[in-house]
């Protein structure tokens, strides 16, 4: 459905964008994940074709042009700034867009009543937007895309500045589109919306993409060993016999035992507390730590997302 | 079109709830035109005529008669009481006078009426009191009193009886008159006598067409545009200059929502629905030209209403109008291109529009301006503004001279509006 090569874009002397590939496909909801100024809304703005790339070339549903009429009818956009018109109601700004995309008449009318009904404020409709909540406008933010009907939906950090029960809304209506076949981009620089909500995640850093793949993927390749942490039972062994009679029960001596405290490295967590139990090592505690996007962005980059 | 006008439509009902924009473009133009109307003389009036305070304190038919044909005059507005409604005596007349309340005080003196109409005793001098750096108010002043004397004095010879019995009354003064040559004496018997018999017989039906009645030999040509050319009250200078500061109002208004669709991220959605970057100047400047031809029309009619502004050619002011909206709307462009942040558009719109508002006569008239002014102010397009305003509504231009002022106004938004799309189409996102 979308498609980018190697696609380019400076801003004097800063590159915001360096080399990107990608591609989404159609129904596919797809995560660009980065820390704030890794170029995520510059892609999406070049992908929209809101920006010109200084080399590359986008390819949306067949047309190399962006700026298309057609090509456009077919995008919604959702941008990080609340782009909103805050002195008119929740209505009136649905309907201005719907009637700019040449809506008219009963199509109006249904596509605002859908908007409104996504983003939950059918009540507040002939309120001003300048009255609302800040999640209240990130709904009203997303329903304004897609007034339209669009198959193309991009999300530029759809819940920056949104308390959690709205959140868990506009995570609710993405699902929704998603599964109606949408295909959506989504950025943002929460590592777990993009592990609950996108098939496949890109990693961008730099105005690159360091890592493309599943979730589950990109942790097998880039998250490195799960972590079981124990407090053992203090049984009548001491610190010698214990250590022998844990390597024996998973197989390996390459973990950490002091004060009967036990942390290990493991690619079978799981497998590996079942082999403890079944060894008679009793356990007063125990920790179990997955890798999850978080330590594949860490891993990749040298440095925590949150760090930003 | 739908879609221009769909946006046009959008940032007027975006303008309707702005209540601080709704000032700057309504309330402030119009409170601008009644307060300066106002301090400036008001609707007509005794605007224009030298203002006179009077006492009468002969309080004779001969005084009376003195007062109202001063008061038929064109050129003076009497008043005998103060601003408090008290009758002005010398003393509070010459206060008015000293305060600058009134241009002059006349007092007509006591015993005025004995010798106002004989043709021998010196009569009682009226006292004319006028700072003397009035010149030219105490000039005019001068020969309207002179004029209006003398008018009384050519009363008397188309009126038969009252001349035949001042005639009388003269002869009698110079036969008890001592002291007087014989010679004389002898020669101004013989005139009065011969006038009094003169004026007993006379019909006061002929006299009326004789040469007593005629007036001086000085032949009046109505100058009839000259006299329509001035303005009627100050209400018709100050309202053209009040639609200059409403389309003041629009120009930074519809500017900074420009620059505000880009710093708020709405620019964004503009660009990327169906619209082309075109559509959306157009729709931008469209909504600043409608409001602006509304303010304008408005504040026109209104001072037709209220005021009675004239309108001598309504072809012209509907063209006049048009062409300053058109003008102010490509400057608009021209601003919103210029400035990045709504802080800049206003900083900017501050800096170059005020003053050029100000030499342009937006605050005082041309006409009171030096003659190196006038002349600057033709970079002005608040100047070309209220010369096309004026002289559709009080000059009487015809058409063709209304085609000047237009026509640089037209220009001047022409300039604009490439200025304004070269740069913003700069920075579309």
């Known amino acids: ?308 | 079109m739908n879609r221009i006008i769909t946006l046009a439509f959008k940032d007027l009902a975006v303008l309707t709830r702005e209540k601080e924009a709704l000032f700057w473009i309504f309330l402030f133009p119009l409170v601008f035109a009644l307060f300066f109307g106002f301090l400036s003389g008001g609707g007509g009036g005794d605007r224009g005529k030298l203002q006179l305070a009077v006492v009468d304190e002969d309080q004779s038919d001969g005084s009376r008669a003195l007062l109202d044909k001063l008061r038929k005059s064109d050129s003076l507005a009497l008043y005998d009481e103060s601003v408090a409604g008290t009758p002005f005596t010398a003393e509070s007349a010459r206060n008015a006078v000293r305060r600058g309340n009134l241009t002059a005080f006349l007092i007509v003196p006591k015993g005025y009426g004995e010798t106002a109409d004989s043709f021998w005793q010196p009569g009682k001098p009226l006292e004319l009191g006028i700072d003397p750096a009035r010149t030219a108010e105490a000039g005019m002043l001068d020969g309207v009193l002179m004029q209006t004397i003398f008018s009384g004095l050519q009363d008397q010879f188309t009126d038969p009886k009252r001349a035949k019995a001042n005639a009388d009354k003269a002869l009698a003064a110079v036969e008890a008159a001592p002291g007087i040559d014989p010679e004389q004496k002898k020669l101004l018997k013989g005139f009065l006598g011969d006038l009094g018999k003169f004026m007993g017989n006379a019909k006061p039906q002929g006299l009326e067409h004789s040469p007593f009645a005629a007036d001086a030999k000085l032949k009046k040509v109505p100058v009839l545009l000259e006299e329509e050319s001035k303005p009627k009250s100050a209400f018709e200078v100050t309202f053209p200059s009040s639609v200059t500061w409403g389309m003041y109002g629009c120009i930074i208004t519809f500017a900074i929502s420009i620059v505000s669709e880009r710093t708020k991220g709405t620019l964004i959605r503009l660009r990327m629905s169906p619209l082309s970057w075109a559509e959306i100047v157009a729709g931008k400047g469209l909504a600043c030209f409608l409001v602006s031809t509304f303010v304008a029309a408005l504040l026109m009619f209104l001072g037709h209403l209220l005021f009675g502004i004239r309108v001598e050619n309504l072809t012209g002011l509907a063209l006049a109008i048009i062409s300053a909206a058109f003008c102010y709307t490509g400057l608009m462009m021209a601003l919103a291109g210029f400035g990045k942040t709504e802080k800049a558009v206003s900083g900017s719109a501050a800096a170059v529009f005020m003053p050029l508002a100000m030499i342009g006569g937006g605050m005082i008239p041309l006409a009171f301006m030096p003659a190196w002014m006038q002349t600057v102010s033709n970079i002005s397009p608040t100047k070309w503004n209220i010369v096309a305003l004026e002289g559709a509504i009080w000059r009487g231009n015809s058409l063709a001279e209304m085609l000047l002022p237009c026509g640089v106004l037209m220009a001047i938004g022409a300039a604009g509006f490439a200025l304004g799309v070269k740069f913003l189409s700069r920075q579309r996102v």
């Open chain 1, 1 to 308: 459905m979308i498609q980018a090569t190697e696609l380019h874009k400076s801003f004097g002397q800063l590159h915001a964008v360096q080399g990107l590939s990608l591609e989404i496909r159609r129904g596919e909801t797809f995560g660009l994940l980065g820390a704030n100024g890794a170029g995520k809304s510059t892609t999406i703005n070049l992908l929209a074709g809101l920006l010109q790339p200084d080399s590359g070339q986008v390819v949306i549903d067949g047309s190399t042009d962006p700026t298309r009429r057609e090509v456009r009818r077919q995008i919604g956009i959702a941008p990080q700034s609340l782009a909103l018109y805050e002195e008119l109601s929740a209505e009136e700004n649905v309907r201005f867009l719907g009637k700019l995309y040449g809506l008219s008449g009963s199509k109006l009318k249904e596509r605002v009543e859908y908007a409104l009904t996504l983003a939950g404020l059918v009540d507040r409709r002939k309120d001003p937007v300048a009255q609302f909540s800040g999640g209240m406008k990130r709904r009203l933010n997303l329903a304004a895309a897609l007034v339209h009907e669009p198959k193309v939906l991009f999300l530029d950090e759809p819940t920056v500045g949104v308390d959690p029960q709205s959140r868990n809304r506009l995570f609710d209506n993405i699902r929704e589109l998603a599964s109606q076949g949408m295909t959506i981009l989504y950025t943002t620089h929460y590592m777990e919306e993009a592990e609950r909500l996108c098939d496949r995640v890109a990693i961008m850093e730099q105005g690159k993409i360091l890592a493309l793949d599943r979730v589950d993927g990109l942790i097998d390749q880039y998250g490195g060993l799960a972590v079981v942490e124990a407090e053992l039972k203090n049984g009548h062994l001491d610190a010698a016999q214990q250590r022998s009679s844990l390597a024996a029960a998973v197989g390996k001596d390459d973990f950490l035992l002091e004060a009967n405290k036990l942390r290990l490295e493991s690619k079978e967590p799981l497998e590996d507390v079942a082999r403890l139990a079944q060894a008679g090592i009793g356990l007063k505690t125990l920790r179990l730590e997955r890798p999850d996007l978080e330590t594949v962005f860490l891993n990749l980059t040298g440095r925590r997302l949150r760090d930003e």
